[in-house]
């Protein structure tokens, strides 16, 4: 099956700066890449996400690329602000047999903007 | 607007107790998924449902049974709880062509 590795597991950065996130995966009939905020107490928020048909898709502050060839793709968010602190996770999606699809999850990175 | 609704939001519940988390959404979705979230592990997929009338293992079934009640509803229910079942549970849901939406969890303790 799937397997998605997430790096780092945390991530200091100070506000202004850039945080970049890294996940691998290892079945090349995954086609979709969503990307995952998780705040406190709260469910998983799509941020962004991309398919395997696209390259780099941007939206405000945050982007993400995607390289198929070799299975990796990151998560970029750029001048970063506190509320950016959270917990960040990648996620692979492949075709399920009984219908639908699956995502199989990164272990997350949480992310910690400073002052 | 609620999206997807968890009830309830907290449990406690001692070994060898049952008990029914309870999931719905009200977007028309065809889709439903359970997972289970541990420290480390990120989320993996306990059951899902592609759409009315169908259920299929994930990942992670042993212990868990589901339900799809109808389109809006499904459920999962622990029958025998046990201390490794001691988790945080969401439920997702997933038009087609659309990205999966969670709801805000179930945190289970099972003593």
């Known amino acids: 099956g799937e397997n998605v590795e997430q790096h780092p597991s945390t991530l200091s950065v100070q506000e202004g700066d850039s945080a970049v996130i890294k996940c691998t995966y290892s079945?090349?009939?995954?086609?979709?890449f969503p990307w995952y905020k998780q705040e406190l107490g709260k469910g998983p928020q799509l941020i962004i996400d991309i398919r395997s048909n696209v390259g780099e898709k941007k939206d405000q502050r945050i982007a993400v690329t995607l390289n198929k060839t070799a299975k990796h793709f990151s998560l970029h968010i750029t001048e970063t602000q506190p509320e950016d602190s959270a917990v960040y996770f990648c996620?692979?999606?492949?075709?399920?047999?009984?219908?639908?699809?699956?995502?199989?999850f990164g272990t997350g990175t949480q992310l910690k903007v400073e002052l | 607007n609620a999206g997807v609704t968890q009830t309830p939001k907290f449990q406690v519940l001692k070994t060898g107790q049952s008990m029914t988390l309870q999931c719905a959404q009200d977007?028309?979705?065809?889709?439903m998924y359970w997972y289970r979230q541990d420290p480390g592990m990120g989320l993996r997929l306990i059951y899902y449902s592609a759409s009315e009338g169908t259920t299929d293992k994930g990942e992670v079934p042993n212990g868990y049974n589901v339900s799809r009640l109808n389109k809006r509803e499904f459920s999962l229910r622990l029958e025998s709880a046990a201390p490794s079942q001691t988790s945080v549970y969401f439920c997702a849901s997933r038009g087609d062509l659309q990205p999966q939406h969670f709801g805000d969890g179930t945190r289970l303790s099972i003593l």
């Open positions: 996620a692979a999606s492949s075709p399920l047999t009984g219908g639908g699809n699956k995502l199989t």
């Open positions: 079945d090349s009939a995954s086609n979709y």
């Open positions: 977007m028309n979705h065809n889709s």
